[in-house]
């Protein structure tokens, strides 16, 4: 950390005198000289701590109100303002009690404790804090699963661990028991309780340990460091470190048990596997099998580390110095005792530059039998290989013959020559023992026919022996080298061919999503399939989860196939994959198993998303419920509590008065369920409209009728827009909700509007409109109130929101959500629009009505509504639809 330094006492639990020592420390500076100053300490009522306060300088507190509660906090401005050497801040996991206002009125405040001790830092004040085990970040899942209690309030490690000094504060449980027995940590009220739960003596040496351990860490960190800054390479063995090497064979296993065993017999013992792959990548093992053995030594206790080095022993010796290891096991050499003599494997080179770490050779059923299953080696076909021993046998034949017709015109080193190049070509076509065939007939031939006495294989020039001796060496000699050639040239290119596939699997998994038609349609373009499908078997029945081409229903109509996992088989029609293409197939495989995990992810987190949305919906229902409910039903109880009161002498017109409050609360709470039963059924879908046509100026006026500030509502009907193809019950109800909420939110003085408009095609004639065929009615419910904000409309018709609210606003906040739904319903839409000048405009989209001339009659019947709305009783009269009208 920059600025000052950040002293830290670690405690394993509450009580074990952590902030005794802080104070302490404090009192040790101040008598040296330092000015230091007590910016936060809770005392809580010890008598001990207290006391070790009074000689220091205490910062008074700051006071601040949160949500209505005065509380105080540690006043950080005046302790940066008093800027001391050393400042003590207990509780560094605390959360400061600012909230949102605060926060954003106050830029310099920080939510969390260990942000002002940063603060302070950076100012260059030097620190002294504490904190308990409990509240690191990475421990507190585990605190939890110990004590059945979570912490709240957390510090992240790598603060903590940024500190200059981490002292452990220890106790034994033991004596923390008895320090609370004696009402040293708690009030008497609530020993018997924390000694039975949180302070059992399981808990606190299980809190102890955590600390302990997390500290060990911290001190390995810091010895890591002063190595690493003093360039360190010797092995300091302060714990037993085991590296065990694993190769992928079937070794490998036991040796990584063999090393879990080593390293428990010491305390604090640790081991790694580590597997080392060469720079060039031409040998090495599969990512399944690579896969395999991480999980294995998961399973055991270790580590697994993968590396790359461009020699096998040294990458793993660097690796073990890296680590810090004191052992370092190796598995006995499957290579024959010819071959180790001729070129030492990797035992014998770690063994000869391993310095001070011990090394282990453990030997196994596979020793000296030859390389393991983790090895590849290129291999020719068999129609290859016959290629080669033709070329071999004839092409020495042919060569020879020509060679022996032109006799004359060449000697003995270009006739050698023309065969070694046939044993180079032998090689390339057929491999070794091809190459090595034509090199012995390449031999018998020059000492058959181009050799004194020719006729004979006898040689008679010493000299001439020798020439074919070397001959036959050198030809053998160069036909391994060849064949050592094309054999890495074929490795090399199949590497970069797996690894272009790898790179295009690796783009595809970002950009596939959970699409399995599509990843199964790249991997057979890529192995040359005709088809391919993903199965899913679940007992005897198999379905198909996705196809691409021609397409197996079974793993027996295919010609390959690979498992995905023990349900899930991904089945190809095509030809067979030789083991090459298996080993790429198997990084496939596991594409296919992320595409799937990634879509169950996505469903769950849909599914988690609904349930919490569900969830909010129930709470705000619960919460809505409990307040508008209760108000109609407490002024219904008091007025009928009041007429029944037979003390009380009331006159007609405080009779009136009470039996209106009466209907009022009565009426208010028949729209509050009404409202509640409308959402129930639409989103249960049980909601079937009965569309026709219907008259806008009756259904305006229908809606309007039971308002009791109808007469702030002003009616305009465009001449061409009277009526709308609706279920008039629906229309009825959202209209009614729309010009509710509208007059809730128009100050008084002004009026509500309802227009309504054609809305046709661009160039004038009616036609397709985007919202569904033929043209469109817009019914508009515009008021002049306060509005709402931009990023507040996709708010607005969600249930129980209630944005933008008059202080006599009431209601379940439903009326805009069971709108919309209602709208829907009958093939429309409801949309907000700014009103010009201030205020909102509720626009109702619905399919226009039939010509004005063929609208029903003014004052017709109502028609009836759809089957489980509430209806509203039809007005007394009727309006004129040709004529504006106003309620």
Not at 88 to 99: K, P, Q
Request: aromatic content about 4%; some cysteine; glycine content about 8%.
């Amino acid at each position: 950390m920059a600025g000052g330094q950040l002293r830290v006492y670690l405690g394993a639990a509450p009580g074990v005198g952590k902030t005794f020592a802080m104070l302490d420390e404090g009192h040790r500076r101040l008598k040296r000289g330092t000015d230091v100053v007590v910016g936060f300490v809770e005392t809580h009522g010890r008598a001990r701590t207290v006391e070790a306060v009074q000689d220091l300088e205490l910062l008074p507190r700051q006071l601040i109100s949160y949500r209505g509660v005065e509380t105080t906090e540690m006043d950080l401005a005046a302790l940066l303002a008093r800027r001391p050497e050393v400042a003590l801040v207990d509780e560094l996991a605390h959360t400061n009690a600012y909230d949102e206002d605060y926060l954003a009125r106050h830029p310099e405040a920080n939510p969390k404790r260990w942000q002002d001790v940063q603060a302070l830092l950076d100012a260059g004040i030097d620190v002294i804090t504490t904190v308990n085990v409990q509240h690191l970040e990475s421990l507190n899942d585990v605190v939890e699963s110990i004590t059945g209690i979570r912490q709240t309030e957390t510090v992240p490690d790598a603060f903590v661990r940024a500190a200059t000094t981490v002292e452990l504060v220890d106790m034994s449980p033991q004596a923390l028991q008895r320090r609370m027995a004696h009402g040293n940590i708690y009030a008497a009220d609530k020993i018997d309780h924390a000694l039975t739960h949180y302070f059992r003596e399981g808990n606190l040496a299980a809190l102890r340990e955590l600390a302990l351990l997390w500290l060990a860490d911290r001190v390995d960190e810091g010895l890591d460091r002063y190595r690493v800054a003093h360039g360190i390479d010797a092995t300091w063995a302060t714990r037993e470190r085991v590296v065990v090497a694993v190769s992928g064979a079937e070794e490998s296993v036991a040796l990584m048990r063999r090393a879990a065993r080593i390293a428990s017999r010491t305390a604090g013992g640790e081991w790694q596997a580590v597997y080392v792959t060469r720079r060039d990548g031409l040998s090495g093992v599969t990512a399944v099998q690579l896969e395999k053995l991480r999980a294995k030594t998961v399973e055991l206790g270790g580590t697994f580390h993968a590396v790359v080095a461009a020699d096998v022993a040294e990458g793993l010796l660097d690796f073990a110095r890296g680590v810090n290891a004191t052992q370092v096991l190796l598995g006995a050499s499957r290579r024959s005792r010819v071959a180790t003599l001729l070129r030492p494997g990797v035992g014998e080179t770690v063994i000869a530059d391993s310095g001070d770490i011990d090394i282990h050779v453990v030997t196994h059923a596979y020793a000296r039998r030859g390389a393991g299953s983790g090895r590849r080696r290129a291999r020719v076909s068999r129609r290859r290989l016959l290629a080669g021993y033709l070329l071999a046998v004839l092409g020495t034949v042919a060569l020879a013959g020509g060679l022996a017709l032109t006799r004359d015109l060449h000697g003995l080193p270009t006739e050698s020559m023309l065969f070694m190049a046939l044993v180079v070509a032998t090689a390339l076509v057929g491999g070794l023992w091809p190459a090595v065939t034509a090199a012995v007939c390449g031999g018998l031939a020059l000492n058959y026919f181009f050799v004194d006495p020719t006729g004979t294989l006898s040689i008679a020039d010493p000299e001439n022996a020798f020439a074919v001796a070397v001959f036959l060496l050198t030809g053998v000699a160069v036909a391994t080298v060849v064949d050592r050639a094309a054999r890495q040239t074929a490795l090399a290119t199949r590497a970069r061919a797996e690894s272009n596939a790898l790179a295009v699997l690796s783009h595809t998994l970002l950009h596939t999503g959970d699409d399995q038609q599509s990843l199964l349609a790249r991997v057979c373009e890529l192995f040359v399939m005709s088809g391919g499908a993903v199965l899913r078997t679940t007992g005897d029945e198999t379905t198909v989860e996705a196809t691409y081409g021609d397409a197996p229903t079974s793993v027996a109509e295919g010609d390959a196939d690979i498992v995905v996992s023990p349900d899930v088989t991904v089945v190809f029609r095509g030809h067979p994959l030789d083991a090459a293409d298996r080993r790429l197939m198997s990084a496939y495989a596991t594409h296919f198993q992320i595409v799937r995990e990634r879509r169950e992810a996505l469903a769950e987190s849909r599914l988690a998303a609904e349930l919490a949305e569900a969830n909010r919906t129930r709470t705000a229902l619960l919460a809505a419920v409990s307040h508008d409910l209760r108000t109609p039903l407490a002024a219904i109880k008091a007025a009928v509590s009041s007429l029944r009161d037979g003390s009380v002498t009331w006159s007609p017109a405080d009779e009136a008065e009470l039996l209106a409050t009466i209907e009022n609360g009565a009426d208010r709470l028949e729209n509050l369920i009404g409202n509640l039963l409308d959402l129930s059924r639409l989103q249960m879908g049980t909601i079937n409209p009965l569309l026709g046509e219907v008259d806008l100026a009756s259904a305006v006026e229908w809606a309007l009728d039971p308002l009791t500030d109808a007469s702030q509502v002003r009616v305009r009907l465009g001449a061409d827009a009277r009526t709308a193809h609706a279920d008039p019950g629906l229309l009825d109800r959202v209209i009614a909700n729309l010009v509710e909420n509208a007059l809730r939110h128009t100050p008084a003085g002004t009026t509500v509007e309802v227009t309504s408009e054609l809305d046709l095609e661009p160039d004038g004639t009616e036609g397709p409109h985007p919202n569904g065929p033929g043209p469109r009615v817009l019914l508009r419910v515009v008021d002049h109130g306060p509005g709402i904000p931009a990023e507040s409309k996709a708010d607005l018709f969600a249930p129980f929101q209630r944005l933008g609210d008059v202080p006599n606003g009431d209601g379940l906040g439903l009326g805009l959500a069971v709108a919309r739904g209602l709208a829907e319903a009958m093939s429309g839409q409801i949309r907000a629009e700014d009103t010009p000048g201030g205020g909102l405009t509720m626009v109702i989209d619905l399919p226009a009505g039939a010509p004005v001339g063929t609208r029903p009659e003014p004052g017709a019947t109502r028609p009836e509504p759809v089957e489980g709305l509430e209806d509203v009783p039809p007005p007394p009269g009727t309006v004129d639809p040709a004529e504006a009208v106003t309620a």
